[in-house]
């Protein structure tokens, strides 16, 4: 045998030995089933994944979402501060008068009623004062409405204050009754406005104590109670005053 065909027939060796060796592993389990998964099937034969897959490899691709451990979507606490929780409680508003407030407009019809007739009571007071330092003759007269007007003046601006805080309106004109009073007094002079102002005081002055004291005793606001009961008082003089001068027989 030639060196050529000696050759020729060794390749042909090598080639059938090396297809047979293939052939042997393709036939070993372990090896085929690495060569399905390798290419991303599994035993059902169903495709799973490839190794060689772009989207693997993609820079491109989205990255899973991060969670922020600073943000809490829990209702019952503060985003900035995860620790307090939350005041959900809406059974008080932060403008609920507490205990012991009055909230305005919540006063009752019987002291509404009372701060409207003492707001005409001390308007009556302080006109009538001014006529007597005008009009009067006596000098008793004429001291007794300044008193009047200082007295009053400064209980009407205290009743003003209350019933701002309470929510009342007060009047800004003397009731048609009241007013007819001025009037009438306002074309009198001398002895007569004398006569007719110290009778008009008693009359003033009893109504005025009948509303102060049941409001003292009956008044359901405790700010508008405790006032009535502070000038009670002031008003009970007044009317003590104004009949002595009655009783003084030498002042005409």
């Known amino acids: 045998m030639t060196s050529l065909n000696r050759k020729s027939l060794f390749k042909k060796l090598v080639t059938v030995a090396g297809i047979a060796g293939i052939s042997s592993l393709i036939a070993v389990p372990g090896f085929a089933e690495l060569n399905r998964q390798t290419h991303g099937f599994n035993q059902s ?8 897959d772009n989207d693997l ?12 451990p600073n943000n809490n979507n829990n209702p ?12 959900n409680n809406p059974g008080r508003s932060p403008n609920t008068p507490t205990s012991g407030e009055t909230a ?22 302080v006109q009538l004062g001014k006529l007597a330092v ?27 204050q209350l019933a701002m805080q309470k929510g009342v309106e007060l009047p800004t004109e003397m009731s048609s009754q009241n007013k007819a009073l001025t009037d009438r007094l306002s074309g009198l002079s001398g002895t007569s406005f004398d006569k007719a102002y110290k009778q008009a005081m008693i009359e003033s002055h ?11 005793q009956q008044g359901q606001d405790s700010e508008l109670k405790g006032w009535a009961t502070k000038l009670l008082p002031n008003l009970q003089a007044h009317l003590q005053m104004v009949n002595q001068m009655l009783a003084d027989t030498s002042q005409p």
């Open 104 to 125: 305005p407009n919540s006063l009752s019809s019987r002291d509404k009623n009372f701060v409207l007739q003492a707001a005409q009571t001390g308007m009556l007071e």
């Open 45 to 52: 034969g169903d495709r799973v994944f490839d190794l060689a």
């Open 76 to 87: 019952g606490r503060s985003p900035n501060n995860p620790n307090t929780p939350t005041n």
């Open 134 to 160: 005008e009009r009067g003759s006596s000098a008793r007269v004429k001291e007794y409405g300044q008193e009047m007007v200082n007295e009053h003046t400064q209980a009407n601006q205290e009743l003003m």
């Open 206 to 216: 009893n109504q005025a104590i009948a509303l102060f004291q049941a409001q003292s």
């Open 57 to 68: 490899n993609d820079p491109n691709s989205p990255e899973p979402p991060v969670t922020d």
